[in-house]
């Protein structure tokens, strides 16, 4: 489907008044969606697709996954919360697993970003090194 510049502009700024203090509302998204739809403004298909593709893309940027070898303690889980709050900013989803195929340490994804300290990472960074 190809969207207009007007369409993506227009999307953007519907994304941009859906968010409460930086942070998406989800009630908003679906109040603005609903008005879309029964609006049926010129391209509105395409701008509803840009403002979904917007919308996803916030929330895989404020989506956390930790994963450990171990299981994690609950004073340990507060830490990395408060770590990964401070530099990824306030209403980061964190969620927690259990990957005993790790070996040792922590993975962490945040959006698109990958920190692996895991000793499973670091075999395999050895291996593709030689």
Known sequence: MKITKQS????KALFLGSRTNGILDEAKVRQVVQKVIAAKPRGYMGMLHHFQRL???DIDRRTA???SATPISSSEQSQLTDLLSRRYGQGLLI?????????GGLRIQV???VIDGTVQGRLRALEESF
Do not use: Q
Not at 8 to 11: G, H, I, L
Not at 96 to 103: S, T, V, W
């Open 95 to 103: 969620s927690f697993a259990h990957n005993p195929a790790l070996l």
């Open 55 to 57: 919308v996803k893309l």
């Open 65 to 67: 996954r930790v994963e």
């Open 111 to 113: 959006g698109s970003t």
């Open 8 to 11: 993506r502009r227009d999307a």
